[in-house]
């Protein structure tokens, strides 16, 4: 069977190898004219399900629970599992325990486990939340490190190309996000910035917790961080605006001072394609599959997406019933 995958963002990517590992051959369509660039690019590579309970549904936990060993499987070495550390100051205590009773699959952690946790935030924070099943990957290495897998297992990649038409294949994956002809969804823009100092090591994710702007530090190589946490109800795709990058700075400054004299050295834009309950959806269309909705969990979410789009494209006798497995979760949630 030849598929044709439209978009390699982290859907397309991953529906490829689901597809590939299957037996299909592989063709994957790209409107840019080379990998990244998209929302997957820009994204904070978490794999964090149960921190992500804390403002989504149940749903998102249910199919987030197995992403890192699939990320581990597909992309061997690209996982690092040393959970997520949630911290907030004496004054936002409120904001702890608000977190803590959304979630679950933590344990609280005192100023001195805080420390052995993380050196460099020692005497800074009282109490925090650490979830030790939670893990996080670099978006770039991750995407380049499947590409790379997917081009051995012999998909094809055609960069430049005009996405809509798949005349000469039995099948199409619909994985273009906002540029997908759907009057449903919704863009929400995320911003983000990549700063570098030697003066501060994190050995996984930490959040911060404060009333006005929440912020995630995501550790990465060569000293660097990403930080993020804004979620915009836009569809604007301009530079990183003067107030968010004062609010991720000033959060990241709140979080360790040394932050104040970080390089800025990347600053980036991804509008994060949403239904109307934030919530993903597979869905048959003809002898097309269209995978759209990951929202803010694209790595969280796209391998069991993906999953459940290559069973839509290798049971054909029972299309409806796969289309509504998601509908099924979400009524349920």
């Given at each position: ?228 946490a804004t979620m915009i109800e836009s569809q604007s795709v301009g530079p990183v605006t003067a107030r968010s990058m004062m609010e991720l700075l000033g959060a990241a400054y709140a979080l360790h001072p040394a932050f104040g004299e970080a390089e800025i050295v990347e600053t980036g ?65």
């Amino acid at each position: 069977m030849r598929v044709l995958v439209q978009g390699a963002g982290v859907a397309g990517l991953t529906a490829a190898f689901e597809l590939a590992t299957r037996g299909a051959a592989v063709t994957v369509a790209e409107t840019r004219h080379a990998l990244g660039g998209n929302a997957s690019w820009f994204a904070g590579g978490m794999l964090a399900p149960w921190c992500e309970r804390e403002s989504a549904e149940q749903l998102v936990l249910d199919l987030g629970r197995d992403a890192a060993d699939w990320w581990e499987a597909a992309t061997p070495g690209q996982v690092t599992r040393a959970g997520t550390l949630v911290v907030a100051a004496p004054r936002d205590a409120g904001e702890l325990e608000r977190f803590a009773s959304r979630t679950s699959g933590h344990r609280r952690v005192d100023e001195d486990e805080i420390a052995l946790l993380e050196p460099d935030l020692a005497g800074r924070f009282r109490r925090g939340l650490f979830f030790p099943d939670e893990a996080h990957l670099d978006p770039h290495q991750a995407m380049a490190a499947l590409h790379d897998k997917l081009t051995a297992m012999g998909v094809e990649f055609r960069f430049g190309a005009d996405t809509r038409h798949g005349s000469g294949f039995d099948r199409q994956i619909d994985c273009t996000g906002m540029a997908a002809f759907d009057d449903r969804l919704r863009g929400v823009r995320g911003e983000m910035l990549i700063l570098r100092t030697p003066d501060i090591s994190l050995s996984r994710p930490v959040r911060l917790l404060q009333p006005r702007f929440p912020l995630y530090a995501v550790p990465r190589t060569d000293h660097r961080f990403m930080i993020g946490a804004t979620m915009i109800e836009s569809q604007s795709v301009g530079p990183v605006t003067a107030r968010s990058m004062m609010e991720l700075l000033g959060a990241a400054y709140a979080l360790h001072p040394a932050f104040g004299e970080a390089e800025i050295v990347e600053t980036g834009v991804g509008i994060r394609p949403a239904f109307p309950d934030n919530l993903p959806r597979v869905e048959a269309r003809g002898n097309a599959v269209a995978i759209n909705g990951l929202y803010r969990h694209g790595f969280l979410l796209a391998p069991a997406m993906a999953r459940q789009g290559a069973e839509l494209v290798f049971r054909q006798d029972k299309p409806m019933e796969l289309a509504n497995e998601t509908d099924r979760q979400r009524r349920s949630a």
